[in-house]
């Protein structure tokens, strides 16, 4: 396989690593929501384009990460498995979150389905995976156990544990941003302010782990120099940090859109119960002036 300094754009374009298992998966679920948003239109209901359309970009990130020649190159070139790690496990999860899949299930299943899915919805496991005392330290074990243990040298061996560890990746990264985007129904609910603290203080992950490569004097596995090991925690580094702020200023303009409708909301409400109100007070009047009226007779 080329060395790392040979690695060209068109090597990345022309070279495929095609795997059984992600190939499946990406299959079976692609096609599920396609699916479902086909047969919640048989019934009548539109689905939003925008979020068909995030779903389908968060395949495309995998098919990108497992099939391109990150994949084929990602087990001789750190800075190439940075890049498929930030799609597996920072930008796939986002558009998944944003498309909404469980809410599409719930809508476009039969009523045995959807019961099922709300007990597993308020089940206590659901609780505990989706509360953030679980998902912050899953997120910070799952990205230093993997670089500082022995985890990532074997599944550069062996392509069983690779294909695991791809997937944890993208159940942590979807665990982890689904409280946080917030479209799905979940046991609980954070509020804004607490979503911003969340991804303000998950930003340090990435500050210590790409300086942590960066300053690495070792190779962490065979075949990996330590100039691409360096190249690729700094990716890592600005990667995440770069997101998190993204991520914090998108959850930030959320809370302000969500305050200004209530705020409309409210001012709606004042109206319509001060117009009541002063239609009240007019019959009120008109009542009283006809009773003085027939007194008066």
């Given at each position: 396989?080329?060395?790392?300094?040979t690695?060209?754009?068109?090597?990345?374009?022309?070279?495929?690593?095609?795997?059984?298992v992600?190939?499946?998966?990406?299959?079976a679920?692609?096609?599920?929501?396609?699916?479902?948003?086909r047969?919640?239109?048989?019934r009548?209901?539109?689905?939003p384009?925008?979020?068909?359309?995030s779903?389908?970009?968060?395949?495309l990130?995998l098919?990108?990460?497992?099939?391109?020649?990150?994949?084929?190159?990602?087990?001789?070139?750190?800075?190439?498995?940075?890049?498929?790690?930030i799609?597996?496990?920072m930008?796939a999860?986002?558009?998944?979150?944003?498309?909404?899949?469980?809410?599409?299930?719930?809508?476009?299943?039969?009523?045995?389905?959807?019961?099922a899915?709300?007990?597993?919805?308020?089940?206590?496991?659901?609780?505990?995976l989706?509360?953030?005392?679980v998902?912050?330290?899953?997120y910070?074990?799952t990205?230093?156990?993997?670089?500082?243990?022995?985890?990532?040298a074997d599944?550069?061996?062996?392509?069983?544990?690779h294909?695991?560890?791809h997937?944890?990746?993208v159940?942590?990264?979807?665990?982890?941003?689904?409280?946080?985007?917030?479209?799905?129904?979940?046991?609980?609910r954070?509020?804004?302010g607490?979503?911003?603290?969340?991804?303000?203080?998950?930003?340090?992950?990435?500050?210590?782990?790409?300086?942590?490569?960066?300053?690495?004097?070792?190779?962490?596995?065979?075949?990996?120099g330590?100039?691409?090991?360096?190249?690729?925690?700094?990716?890592?580094?600005v990667?995440?940090?770069f997101?998190?702020?993204?991520?914090?200023?998108?959850?930030?303009?959320?809370?302000?859109?969500?305050?200004?409708?209530?705020?409309?909301?409210?001012?709606?409400?004042g109206?319509?119960?001060?117009a009541?109100?002063?239609?009240?007070?007019?019959?009120?009047?008109?009542?009283?002036?006809?009773?003085g009226?027939?007194?008066?007779a």
């Open positions: 396989m080329p060395a790392a300094a690695i060209t754009p068109l090597d990345l374009l022309t070279r495929t690593s095609f795997q059984v992600p190939a499946v998966l990406i299959a679920t692609l096609g599920w929501y396609l699916w479902a948003v047969r919640l239109a048989a009548g209901r539109r689905w384009l925008a979020r068909t359309v779903y389908c970009v968060a395949e990130f098919a990108v990460a497992t099939f391109s020649g990150l994949a084929a190159y990602d087990d001789s070139n750190f800075t190439m498995h940075a890049v498929q790690h799609l597996l496990m930008l999860p986002i558009f998944v979150a944003l498309a909404a899949p469980v809410t599409l299930a719930l809508q476009s299943s039969h009523r045995r389905v959807q019961t899915l709300i007990k597993v919805l308020h089940s206590r496991v659901a609780v505990v989706s509360s953030p005392l998902t912050w330290p899953l910070g074990a990205i230093f156990g993997y670089y500082f243990t022995s985890l990532y599944s550069l061996r062996d392509p069983v544990l294909d695991l560890i997937l944890h990746m159940v942590v990264g979807c665990l982890f941003v689904w409280p946080v985007i917030g479209i799905d129904p979940l046991p609980r954070m509020s804004y607490f979503r911003m603290l969340f991804l303000l203080l998950t930003m340090p992950f990435h500050t210590i782990l790409g300086m942590a490569l960066m300053s690495q004097s070792t190779r962490i596995a065979p075949g990996i330590l100039t691409d090991l360096h190249t690729g925690g700094a990716l890592l580094w990667s995440g940090e997101l998190g702020l993204l991520g914090t200023m998108a959850v930030f303009g959320q809370w302000l859109r969500t305050e200004e409708r209530a705020a409309k909301r409210n001012d709606r409400l109206d319509a119960a001060a009541a109100q002063l239609e009240h007070w007019r019959a009120t009047r008109e009542a009283a002036a006809k009773a009226t027939v007194l008066q």
